[in-house]
């Protein structure tokens, strides 16, 4: 009886061996979801913020005054607008400021 006993000693002491192993990589496990949770609820208010960013960025106002300003570009107008002509452009200077004169 002894020897049966002291197998089952032995298989009890082995089980809450296993059963406390298995708790702590329970509890292992569960806290790294809890950061990986908490992670992705940062990287997500990081691309919400980052999101409106570039929308405020793009917006049409802020890109005509960066070309403004930083390459020194103009908006269109008749004033400053060259006007080229396909036709014997060996043979003829065309003035960069004057129209091309109409055909009737």
Known sequence: MTRVS??????????????VRTQYESR???TELDRAKALAQRLDTEHDRL???RGAQATPLRVEKLAREQMHMQTISPAITQY???????????????????QP
């Not at 002291?6 to 059963?19: G, I, K």
């Not at 036709?87 to 200077?93: F, G, I």
């Open 6 to 19: 002291a197998m089952l000693l032995v298989l009890v002491l082995l089980s809450a061996l296993y059963l």
């Open 28 to 30: 292992r496990l569960y």
């Open 51 to 53: 999101d409106v960013e």
């Open 84 to 102: 080229v002509s396909t036709q014997n452009t060996s043979s003829e200077k065309i003035s960069a400021n004057t129209p091309p004169k109409a």
